[in-house]
């Protein structure tokens, strides 16, 4: 290959950002300078890494994460040689989070996150626990370090034994626990009884964001200040005593099981999302009562539950990044716009019952800078060049379900089709190349997209 231009290695190194994972890895092998280059740290910040028997990685392999400085790492099931060597190559990682599932782990498994002594975040995907996850041992290693931790979709022997420890993590910044079973029983599960789940929120005062998986069978309703616990300083005044929490999310929340007034204490909210299970016939919709007091709001994602038109009318105006994965009509859209006069990033679905949803966002939603649109059992049409209108529109995301896309793949059209790819380009052409737009695919049935999603600051 011939030498690269002579420019200034920072140059380079920004260039290179936009490129993804695997585009870098590609240009690596382009020539020896191209390979510094893209093995800089600054490319690889918050990247994390999958690994998998280890014994099949080289050194060479181990001493390119090292150059890239790379710090968080998300791991199949290890022996203990593999740990051994995780920590002898990659001593200073300060995030780990456990892939896996179909297996069994004894409480000693974990105590292997000790060894690493930068560690802080901990995320644990799938597998069933014969013993507690978090021993007293390594909870008292990690109480002042940790401060990220996600548990999802696991079967532990005692959900109220976890949490308890978990009180301990007294510098625990984000908390993330969706459960799928107790014990070894059926796929039953049973919420944290009231006064485990107060301790933890009276013990971690730097709580800022909480995923909370609300499943419980049969969905009984629970105590009305169960996401309020009382001041224990302050002994018969009804004063809120947890964490100012910034974001909360519910999970699997089945709408009868909690009050009207169930986060009147978290005015300081600034990100709601709220998941719905499923919805009974005559239930009354507690989401307008949620959002009142929730003035300081900026993000809000609403999946599934009742119609918009249930609590359109209380949502913030605040409120400037909007998810809505329910079923929209044009009439929901022309009673959302006056609410939210500075949004300026949406994602909605369009059906069959949405009408033409592209001709109508410039109008209601002109400071938009970013657009997603699920489109469900159809491809997007013409109408799709009205979004050039958006001014502001920097960004467009166009996702269309797997089963449709794999449906026409099949009869031998690609995705996007060439009708699709004709109006993104005449959209590109008439934004001037202001709009960048992607086209991705959604699953049917994914492991819910927040549950193996896990984030680190």
């Known amino acids: 290959m011939e030498d690269l231009p002579q420019l200034p290695p920072e140059v380079w190194v920004y ?206 309703p629970l105590p009305d200040d169960y996401l309020s616990p009382s001041d224990p300083e302050s002994p018969g005044v009804p004063r809120y005593g947890g964490p100012a929490l910034t974001s909360l999310e519910l999970v699997d929340y089945p709408e009868c099981i909690l009050p009207e007034n169930a986060l009147q204490s978290f005015s300081s909210l600034r990100s709601l999302t709220v998941r719905y299970r499923y919805i009974r016939e005559g239930i009354e919709c507690r989401l307008a009562s949620w959002l009142k007091p929730l003035q300081q709001l900026e993000t809000l994602c609403i999946v599934g539950g009742n119609s918009l038109a249930a609590y359109t009318t209380t949502i913030p105006s605040s409120v400037s990044r909007l998810t809505l994965r329910v079923a929209i009509t044009l009439k929901d859209m022309d009673s959302i716009a006056p609410k939210v006069p500075a949004l300026e990033h949406l994602d909605i679905e369009q059906n069959r019952s949405s009408g033409s949803l592209c001709r109508r966002i410039p109008m209601l939603f002109p400071q938009l800078k970013t657009l997603r649109i699920r489109f469900f059992r159809r491809e997007p049409e013409k109408d799709l060049l009205s979004l050039h209108r958006l001014r502001h529109l920097v960004r467009l995301e166009l996702l269309v379900e797997r089963s449709f896309i794999l449906r026409d793949y099949l009869n031998g059209h690609p995705w996007p089709s060439p009708c699709v790819q004709e109006h993104i380009n005449q959209l590109r052409e008439l934004s001037e190349n202001r709009i960048t737009v992607i086209t991705t695919m959604r699953r049917r049935n994914p492991l819910r997209e927040c549950d193996c999603v896990w984030e680190g600051d």
């Not at 181990?62 to 150059?67: E, Q």
Request: hydrophobic share 40%; net charge positive.
């Open 15 to 220: 260039i290179l950002s936009f490129l993804s994972t695997e585009e870098k890895h590609t240009v690596r092998f382009g020539c020896r300078q191209l390979k510094v280059l893209i093995d800089q740290p600054s490319l690889w910040r918050n990247h994390t890494v999958m690994l998998c028997d280890l014994r099949r990685y080289t050194y060479g392999f181990w001493d390119m994460l090292r150059h890239r400085k790379l710090t968080r790492v998300a791991v199949r099931h290890l022996r203990r040689k593999e740990w051994r060597r995780l920590v002898k190559f990659l001593p200073t990682l300060s995030a780990v989070v456990f892939v896996d599932g179909g297996r069994k782990y004894k409480g000693k498994y974990m105590e292997n996150l000790a060894h690493f002594p930068g560690l802080k975040d901990i995320g644990v995907r799938n597998g069933t626990w014969e013993e507690p996850m978090l021993g007293s041992s390594l909870t008292s290693k990690l109480q002042e370090r940790l401060t990220h931790l996600s548990v999802c979709n696991v079967r532990l022997p005692c959900c109220a034994h976890f949490i308890q420890a978990v009180s301990h993590l007294v510098n625990l910044q984000y908390l993330m626990f969706h459960q799928q079973g107790e014990g070894y029983g059926l796929d039953t599960v049973r919420p944290v009884p009231c006064e485990v789940f107060h301790n933890l929120l009276l013990s971690l005062k730097k709580l800022k964001h909480l995923s909370w998986g609300m499943r419980g069978e049969p969905p009984a």
